[in-house]
């Protein structure tokens, strides 16, 4: 017995007892779409409260992390300041200082926040881009938080006037161009230069609307039709920009039957056009859960209110539905889900943010006014490893890790499709199709035996020439045999 045929018997008997190593809620989906337990690849460090924090006024309705370097800020946005804190080596969450004014010379500008729902730091030049919500602007400050300048309402005839203005979200590009999301606004992105001025509209989300209501819209008379809401884009709720200058923007707002059609598109990555360019090759689509029911009275698909973006490109996303994580690759296939609603630490009563440092996350609570702290665990470092390894090019080395991945959890679908992948990569054309053919993914196996078919001809063209000079003489020749003997009995 070879040793993959040993390592193969060794992980069934892992599939066998997976159960034994769920010790969380941690799961991903098989092949037929139905949940699979795993291994834990977080565990909750640390969860954060007030007094953790050393503050003398607890957080209150907190709505937005963001981190850089190993600083977090927390926008804590009813007591109308900006924590800053710093993450150490040593695991630890310290407060380093709370941020409610900023610095200016100019008397007219109002110098403290009103509700700020959300930060950016631009990690070219440490400036500031805060939603200060109920003020009505995005405050733009220096590294030292002087006063620079305001984004205020567009004054422009492309944005409808009527309603007030409430920026919630903003992100920036290494240029100083921000991109605010504003309460109401559903043209997608507002868009502005470093200068302030505003150049249109971003990212507008594609327009989605029900047959039988469009339908209805054809046969309806005109006061229906004004009575019936517009077909109008949906709203984006948040969003992130990675380091190669994309945003990924999440919505939340779909109808549930758009969602296995890909027309919902909850995760996109948007480009510099605002396209969606986000890679789709997984199993199943980046939505979440792929099957919801009435469970605990909640019946929703998964409703994403952030994501952060790894270095390594692997998204994560959380959910509001039913508090969970969801971490995909840049493939778009799922590598895990895990989290839940509840009172117990790991899980959420109202989780509105999500961060990273390196590859630890951080989720904000907004009712539970806490932070949570998750650090990968041994299994989950594998599969980090693993995806990194192949997309650095050492397909041998990733070949190994998912070897290791295996022999934890036999389960695990992508650690096959991995082991494939690498195969495939290293021109092992022959165990790529084993593998593929053992997870059905048929793209991928389509490809190998495309490849191995090619080889086997140019390994075996000779043999065939000659199988095929011999099928087309040996008529040919008993033919003449034949028509020998015929001339030779004649005579």
């Given at each position: 017995?070879?040793?993959?045929?040993?390592?193969?018997?060794?992980?069934?008997?892992?599939?066998?007892?997976?159960?034994?190593?769920?010790?969380?809620?941690?799961?991903?989906y098989d092949i037929w779409g139905d949940i699979e337990k795993s291994p834990d690849v977080y565990r909750v460090s640390n969860v954060l409260y007030a007094d953790d924090l050393d503050l003398e006024v607890g957080l209150r309705n907190p709505s937005s992390l963001f981190a850089i370097g190993n600083l977090v800020y927390v926008c804590d946005t009813e007591n109308?300041?900006?924590?800053?804190?710093?993450?150490?080596?040593?695991?630890?969450?310290?407060?380093?200082?709370?941020?409610?004014?900023?610095?200016?010379?100019?008397?007219?500008?109002?110098?403290?926040?009103?509700?700020?729902?959300?930060?950016?730091?631009?990690?070219?030049?440490?400036?500031?881009?805060?939603?200060?919500?109920?003020?009505?602007?995005?405050?733009?400050?220096?590294?030292?938080?002087?006063?620079?300048?305001?984004?205020?309402?567009?004054?422009?005839?492309?944005?409808?006037?009527?309603?007030?203005?409430?920026?919630?979200?903003?992100?920036?590009?290494?240029?100083?161009?921000?991109?605010?999301?504003?309460?109401?606004?559903?043209?997608?992105?507002?868009?502005?230069?470093?200068?302030?001025?505003?150049?249109?509209?971003?990212?507008?989300?594609?327009?989605?609307?029900?047959?039988?209501?469009?339908?209805?819209?054809?046969?309806?008379?005109?006061?229906?039709?004004?009575?019936?809401?517009?077909?109008?884009?949906?709203?984006?709720?948040?969003?992130?920009?990675?380091?190669?200058?994309?945003?990924?923007?999440?919505?939340?707002?779909?109808?549930?039957?758009?969602?296995?059609?890909?027309?919902?598109?909850?995760?996109?990555?948007?480009?510099?056009?605002?396209?969606?360019?986000?890679?789709?090759?997984?199993?199943?689509?980046?939505?979440?859960?792929?099957?919801?029911?009435?469970?605990?009275?909640?019946?929703?698909?998964?409703?994403?209110?952030?994501?952060?973006?790894?270095?390594?490109?692997?998204?994560?996303?959380?959910?509001?539905?039913?508090?969970?994580?969801?971490?995909?690759?840049?493939?778009?296939?799922?590598?895990?889900?895990?989290?839940?609603?509840?009172?117990?630490?790991?899980?959420?009563?109202?989780?509105?943010?999500?961060?990273?440092?390196?590859?630890?996350?951080?989720?904000?609570?907004?009712?539970?006014?806490?932070?949570?702290?998750?650090?990968?665990?041994?299994?989950?470092?594998?599969?980090?490893?693993?995806?990194?390894?192949?997309?650095?090019?050492?397909?041998?080395?990733?070949?190994?890790?998912?070897?290791?991945?295996?022999?934890?959890?036999?389960?695990?679908?992508?650690?096959?499709?991995?082991?494939?992948?690498?195969?495939?990569?290293?021109?092992?054309?022959?165990?790529?199709?084993?593998?593929?053919?053992l997870k059905r993914e048929k793209k991928y196996y389509s490809k190998a035996f495309m490849y191995y078919r090619k080889e086997w001809i140019e390994k075996n063209i000779g043999k065939c020439l000659i199988v095929v000079l011999v099928l087309f003489l040996v008529p040919f020749i008993i033919k003449r045999v034949k028509a020998f003997r015929r001339e030779l009995?004649?005579?």
């Open positions: 017995m070879n040793r993959r045929k040993i390592l193969l018997t060794i992980t069934s008997l892992f599939t066998l007892c997976a159960g034994l190593f769920a010790k969380g809620d941690t799961y991903i109308n300041r900006i924590i800053e804190l710093e993450y150490t080596d040593k695991k630890a969450v310290e407060l380093i200082r709370v941020i409610d004014h900023f610095n200016t010379e100019d008397e007219s500008i109002i110098n403290t926040f009103s509700a700020p729902m959300d930060i950016f730091i631009n990690a070219e030049n440490g400036e500031y881009y805060i939603a200060d919500t109920n003020n009505g602007r995005v405050v733009h400050l220096d590294s030292e938080l002087n006063f620079i300048r305001e984004f205020r309402e567009p004054d422009d005839p492309t944005y409808e006037k009527g309603k007030v203005f409430y920026p919630q979200k903003v992100v920036a590009d290494s240029k100083g161009r921000a991109y605010v999301l504003a309460k109401n606004v559903n043209k997608g992105f507002i868009k502005y230069e470093y200068d302030g001025t505003f150049t249109g509209f971003f990212g507008a989300s594609e327009v989605t609307y029900n047959w039988l209501d469009l339908l209805w819209k054809k046969f309806a008379t005109r006061a229906q039709r004004e009575q019936m809401e517009s077909f109008v884009p949906t709203e984006y709720s948040n969003a992130y920009m990675d380091n190669e200058g994309f945003i990924y923007a999440v919505t939340k707002t779909f109808d549930e039957w758009t969602l296995l059609g890909d027309q919902a598109k909850p995760i996109r990555r948007l480009n510099a056009l605002g396209g969606d360019i986000l890679i789709k090759n997984g199993t199943d689509l980046p939505i979440g859960d792929l099957k919801w029911d009435n469970a605990a009275g909640i019946k929703d698909p998964s409703h994403f209110n952030d994501i952060t973006v790894l270095d390594n490109e692997v998204y994560v996303a959380i959910d509001e539905s039913r508090g969970r994580i969801f971490g995909y690759n840049n493939q778009g296939f799922l590598l895990f889900a895990f989290g839940n609603k509840g009172n117990i630490d790991g899980y959420f009563r109202a989780p509105v943010s999500i961060e990273h440092i390196g590859k630890d996350l951080f989720v904000l609570d907004s009712q539970n006014a806490s932070i949570t702290v998750f650090t990968p665990t041994e299994y989950g470092k594998l599969i980090y490893k693993a995806t990194e390894q192949y997309a650095e090019g050492d397909y041998d080395g990733s070949a190994e890790t998912w070897e290791q991945v295996l022999a934890v959890n036999g389960n695990y679908d992508l650690a096959y499709i991995g082991l494939g992948k690498s195969y495939l990569r290293q021109n092992r054309y022959k165990e790529a199709m084993d593998y593929f053919k009995m004649s005579l």
